[in-house]
């Protein structure tokens, strides 16, 4: 069965410097991933994925993620915090399970962006 | 603008009742979902559809059923409310082939007293 980690629960930042939320990821076959935000009291939106191609993938909102398959991670990054950027951040991984496929997430990290 | 609503937001109930929380998309997607959220487990799958009369098990199914009689629309019911089952409840839905991305509701608030 696939399964994402999240091995932070909370990370912070100071504004305009950058940040960096963590994932590995265990998959049988081609792992296909994605990063989710939920802002408080709202449910999540899909910020980026990945399927095949180049490593680093660009998403919404300035947000990307570097796929390192020696090192089965999928960390998601920005080059510059917002103070808007605080949310909690979601990985999961899309894996087939009893002839159907299923999105399973990770447990969050929430991100808090000092001013 | 398409959207996908659920309700109620909130609700407060007793054990042993039935609570039915209700989903509906106007996107006319075929795939949708129900997860619950609670802290230190993040979203877990409870039940999904693929299409009109599909319903499929998830990681957390027991004690929950859906039913798909339309596109539009997957109500979530618990049998017989239990302490455990008191949490943040999310549907979504996609479109096509599942790939991934999701677009979920707001989710509701389920306390079960």
């Known amino acids: 069965a696939q399964s994402v980690a999240q091995p932070e629960d909370q990370v912070k930042v100071a504004e305009g410097n950058p940040l960096t939320v963590k994932c590995t990821y265990s998959?049988?076959?081609?792992?296909?991933l994605f990063w989710y935000v939920q802002y408080p009291n709202r449910g999540l939106q899909f910020l980026l994925k990945?399927?095949?191609?180049?490593?680093l993938v660009k998403g919404s909102y300035g947000f990307e993620a570097e796929f390192n398959k020696s090192q089965t991670s999928f960390h998601l990054k920005k080059p510059s915090a917002l103070v808007s950027d605080s949310a909690l951040y979601f990985c999961a991984v899309l894996g087939s399970g009893a002839g159907s496929y299923q999105l399973t997430f990770g447990k969050g990290t929430k991100l808090s962006v000092i001013p | 603008d398409a959207e996908i609503t659920q309700s109620p937001r909130h609700k407060i109930t007793e054990t042993g009742r039935q609570v039915t929380l209700a989903c509906h998309q106007t996107w006319n997607h075929n795939n949708m979902f129900w997860y619950r959220q609670d802290l230190g487990h993040g979203l877990r799958l409870i039940h999904y559809?693929?299409?009109?009369?599909?319903?499929n098990k998830g990681e957390v199914s027991d004690g929950y059923s859906v039913s798909r009689s339309n596109t539009e629309d997957l109500p979530l019911t618990l049998e017989s409310a239990a302490s455990s089952q008191t949490s943040v409840y999310f549907c979504?839905?996609?479109?096509?082939?599942?790939?991934?991305?999701?677009?979920f509701g707001e989710g509701s608030r389920l306390t079960v007293l």
């Open positions: 979504a839905s996609s479109g096509g082939s599942f790939t991934g991305e999701l677009f």
């Open positions: 998959v049988s076959g081609n792992p296909y």
């Open positions: 559809s693929y299409g009109v009369q599909d319903t």
């Open positions: 990945y399927i095949t191609g180049d490593n």
